[in-house]
T-cell receptor
Framework: GQQLNQSPQSMFIQEGEDVSMNCTSS?????WLWYKQDPGEGPVLLIA?????ELTSNGRLTAQFGITRKDSFLNISASIPSDVGIYFC???????????FGQGTRLTINP | EAQVTQNPRYLITVTGKKLTVTCSQN?????MSWYRQDPGLGLRQIYY???????DKGDVPEGYKVSRKEKRNFPLILESPSPNQTSLYFC????????????FGSGTQLSVL
């Protein structure tokens, strides 16, 4: 079935650094979603992308819908402690009534 | 406040003892779903429901049951829990379908001894 592979699986950075992570698939997706899970909470939608090549920002977060429609990227600029958490990419499986999620990228920030 | 509410947040039980995790949403959403989260595996769908009395299996339905008697509630039932069902469970809902933005509950951490 369709799977999403996220990279890296974990990141340990210093506060203030920029962060880049990506999500790839062997299948085409028409929508890409990026979620963040704070410790002890459920995932919350950060950014939704609907068009190949689209670049969308939400504060210090910027996400891109890859031209091939098989990948997506999330960047965080000038990281702060509250950026800690797990970031998930997700895409809809047409006809299956569900989102498929990547394995997640766990972000840890050293103050 | 628009939200998805799960209870309990934490649950420790023993093998074979039936349990129910409740889920309720106050957004009048048609679609509801259950996911489990395990390290290195991300979120995997257990069951979903498109509307009242309409439920279907997700990717990992074995050992679970659900019901959708009312639009707002979607309980997850483990008739005979086993240790491999130890996991973090999330209920989610969306307005119309499972391919839209999902709103998640805060999760239920289940340990089966």
């Amino acid at each position: 079935g369709q799977q999403l592979n996220q990279s890296p699986q974990s990141m340990f950075i210093q506060e203030g650094e920029d962060v880049s992570m990506n999500c790839t698939s062997s299948s085409i997706f028409n929508t890409w979603l990026w979620y963040k899970q704070d410790p002890g909470e459920g995932p919350v939608l950060l950014i939704a992308l609907y068009k190949a090549g689209e670049l969308t920002s939400n504060g210090r977060l910027t996400a891109q819908f890859g031209i091939t429609r098989k990948d997506s990227f999330l960047n965080i600029s000038a990281s702060i402690p509250s950026d800690v958490g797990i970031y998930f990419c997700a895409g809809p499986i047409q006809g299956a009534q569900k989102l498929v999620f990547g394995q997640g990228t766990r972000l840890t920030i050293n103050p | 406040e628009a939200q998805v509410t799960q209870n309990p947040r934490y649950l420790i039980t023993v093998t074979g003892k039936k349990l129910t995790v409740t889920c309720s949403q106050n957004m009048n959403h048609e679609y509801m779903s259950w996911y489990r989260q395990d390290p290195g595996l991300g979120l995997r769908q257990i069951y979903y429901s498109m509307n009242v009395e309409v439920t279907d299996k997700g990717d990992v339905p074995e050992g679970y049951k659900v019901s959708r008697k009312e639009k707002r509630n979607f309980p997850l039932i483990l008739e005979s829990p086993s240790p491999n069902q130890t996991s973090l469970y999330f209920c989610a809902s969306s307005l119309l379908s499972g391919t839209e933005k999902l709103f998640f509950g805060s999760g239920t951490q289940l340990s089966v001894l």
